[in-house]
């Protein structure tokens, strides 16, 4: 802590302005937020007014949220700050020049996982912006991903570049991660614990002032900010490896003919005193901006320190990394199923019609990002299928890298389908009914591939449906029904 950097923020009084670059799934909930803490002036949430993602700056600052997933209390929340005067959507970053706070929630993808290459483009824009306009005493606070010392290194050094100051004497700099998942947005960012890590003392100790307000029943935890990163990162990655080991047990059981559903319910009932079987959920694959790419930022962290710096056994791959990998061949795996299945049925894949059903990485939401569906459509169409894709969630006009023709016409897309596909566990998708899917179809011999573990197999197989699911090898080899 330097005494001419404690002076600076004494100087300044409690954070009452505070700006939010980034107006997506982590973005908008924290600065809306923010907004609502007693005490707090504005805030400003920054916007490129570029042509895929400027459509936000207007929607938001109508009371309009662009996020169209179920969010409870989402659209409440903005029309409340909005109305309010407390918070405002803006190109304009020259307004840094007014917050006592920035906060950056920008995505930070791999351009090639091979190489361990991330795309920082935008966050480096991001950071230049805050850097061009910033005055002495404010707190940055890097959330968004990252690798393991890039707080202390690219971010602090393009900050103290572009602004002419010194990172911990003129402006305090942060890492505090943000930790939310679609679908509860709000009452994550209130109820989870924040990790806050600064680059010394007064830089964590201001961002723990900044973000305590928001807390409801999470608790602050401070640590350093490469400690911050590695804790993101590592949480992430621990969640993608239990995910792994799901979807290679509920391989093993298709593969033995038995139901991994009574599997994981046997292995969680052990309990006791120090017994912990965290057993996740197998299936269609893992998609969403965070867990497809954290396990590439730790390895890299690690990676970038040195080949002596981590002992390690030589011919042992990362279990992290094959984790990575086993959850990325799901879709593949998928594409296999409903290609036994079609067989089957007397079918093949080549002129086959696939309804594929939910867009989305996660059920009930509007958020596509890196999703499973996209290698499994990819894939199907270059064996010759025909693909038609069903999302009542994601919106064409809006998403970005949707497939051409994605409808949110449930009827139209099963109508005509050989085989019916499952990506997402939508509530759409829990009530369908198979005789009336079946009468869609227009078929005798039907397919559905469930990977969601969303349609109980035998009543569709009691209609004549030749079923797969992931996990359920006491099903998948079941005979076709002979419905007169």
Not at 13 to 35: E, R, S, W
Request: hydrophobic share 40%; glycine share 10%.
């Amino acid at each position: 802590m330097t005494e001419k950097l404690a002076t600076l923020i004494k100087q300044r009084g409690p954070i009452q302005t505070i700006g939010v670059f980034g107006m997506g799934y982590v973005g908008i909930p924290a600065a809306l937020l923010f907004a609502d803490v007693p005490g707090i002036e504005h805030v400003y949430g920054f916007q490129r007014a570029s042509r895929t993602s400027g459509y936000k700056i207007e929607m938001l600052n109508q009371g309009e949220s662009p996020l169209k997933g179920e969010e409870p209390g989402l659209e409440d929340l903005l029309r409340k700050v909005v109305s309010a005067g407390k918070f405002s959507c803006t190109p304009d970053f020259a307004k840094v020049a007014e917050c006592d706070a920035v906060t950056l929630a920008i995505q930070t993808p791999f351009k090639d996982k091979k190489d361990l290459l991330p795309d920082f483009t935008p966050l480096i824009e991001g950071i230049r912006n805050v850097g061009r306009h910033l005055t002495p005493g404010t707190l940055v606070v890097l959330e968004s991903t990252i690798t393991p010392g890039t707080t202390t290194g690219m971010a602090r050094q393009l900050l103290e570049e572009e602004s002419g100051l010194v990172a911990g004497e003129d402006f305090a700099l942060a890492h505090a991660p943000e930790r939310v998942m679609v679908g509860r947005l709000l009452k994550n960012i209130r109820e989870h614990d924040r990790i806050v890590g600064g680059i010394d003392d007064i830089s964590t100790k201001r961002a723990v002032e900044l973000y305590s307000p928001v807390l409801t029943a999470g608790r602050v935890i401070p640590m350093t900010a490469t400690a911050a990163e590695v804790t993101k990162t590592a949480e992430n990655t621990f969640r993608d490896l239990q995910i792994a080991a799901a979807n290679q047990l509920a391989l093993y059981c298709e593969a033995m003919g038995i139901n991994f559903y009574d599997v994981r319910a046997g292995i969680d009932s052990l309990k006791g005193e120090g017994i912990t079987r965290a057993i996740l959920w197998p299936g269609a694959g893992v998609g969403g901006h965070c867990l497809t790419k954290d396990t590439y930022h730790l390895e890299r962290g690690v990676q970038q320190l040195g080949p002596d710096a981590l002992d390690w056994p030589g011919d042992i791959a990362s279990l992290y990394i094959t984790s990575r990998q086993i959850n990325d061949f799901m879709p593949a795996h998928m594409l296999r199923l409903t290609k036994s299945a079609l067989a089957q049925a007397g079918k093949t894949l080549a002129g086959s019609k696939i309804a594929l059903l939910g867009w989305a990485f996660i059920n009930d939401s509007d958020d596509a990002r890196n999703t499973p569906a996209e290698p499994f459509y990819e894939m199907a169409r270059a064996a010759g299928a025909d693909v038609a894709v069903h999302d009542p969630w994601v919106d064409p006009a809006t998403a970005p890298d949707v497939p051409a023709g994605l409808s949110r016409d449930l009827e139209g897309v099963l109508s005509g389908a050989d085989a019916v596909v499952v990506f997402a566990g939508h509530r759409e998708y829990r009530g369908l009914v198979p005789i009336e899917v079946q009468r869609l179809c227009g078929s005798a011999r039907p397919v559905i591939v469930d990977g969601r573990n969303v349609v109980e197999p035998d009543g569709w197989i009691e209609v004549g449906f030749a079923y797969r699911g992931i996990g359920r090898g006491d099903k998948n080899g079941h005979s076709i029904q002979e419905i007169a």
